[in-house]
């Protein structure tokens, strides 16, 4: 995948056939080889089904989508499951995997992280960027929190050195193009965003 741009490994795996081929051909996990040669807009989600095929990014945003939600601009589908109650809701309310109903109407800013505790609402994503994150943490920035969960080593690091979800002790100190991923391998370090935008290789 080396020398690949961003493009070409949008997507969290890439078949072999794949390889070479740009985003619009494999914006999810894995497509099919029907899917080959579509578009960013039909190929959004992890995995879609027929009939959403030919469907733009606006309506393919979460890994699965509803009949009734096509047609759904992908502000209203920014999560990998969007409720009916949800729908018309921007991208700013929907920037989790999962929004409890109270959160609608909170900004990305407060919503960066797949769940938020209540006491979280109205922080901005320089304190919610991670998954979860601990009472001591609040009040960091983005460049402080961009892991799911930092280690107490890790804080006051900026962004380069967290942006994966867990970051080996011998990754600290690098830069983001080394390990846009969660994790990242060795001979992989010292290569750019573009080659390492997939989740795990």
């Known amino acids: 995948m080396r020398g690949r741009n961003a ?9 072999g056939g794949m390889r070479g081929r740009n985003a619009s051909e494999w914006a999810g996990s894995g497509q099919p080889g029907e899917m080959r040669g579509k578009n960013t807009f039909e190929l959004a989600g992890s995995g ?19 009949g009734e939600m096509r047609g759904i601009k992908a502000f209203e589908l920014a999560g990998n499951v969007l409720r009916g109650g949800m729908r018309g809701k921007k991208a700013s309310e929907l920037a989790g995997s999962w929004l409890p109903g109270r959160m609608r ?74 390990w846009a991923g969660n994790m990242l391998r060795v ?12 989740c795990c290789r």
Do not use: Q
Request: no cysteine.
């Open 105 to 178: 109407g909170i900004n990305a800013f407060e919503l960066a992280g797949s769940g938020l505790r209540g006491e979280m609402r109205g922080i901005n994503a320089s304190e919610l960027a991670g998954n979860g994150l601990r009472d001591e943490m609040r009040g960091k920035n983005a460049f402080e929190l961009a892991g799911s969960w930092p280690r107490g080593g890790m804080r006051g690091k900026n962004a380069s050195e967290l942006a994966g979800s867990w970051l080996p002790g011998r990754m600290r100190g690098k830069k983001a193009s080394e």
């Open 48 to 66: 879609l089904p027929g009939g959403m095929r030919g469907k733009n990014a606006s309506e393919l945003a979460g890994n699965v989508l509803r």
């Open 7 to 15: 493009f070409e490994l949008a997507g969290s795996g890439l078949l």
């Open 187 to 198: 001979g992989m370090r010292g290569k750019n965003a573009s080659e390492l935008a997939v």
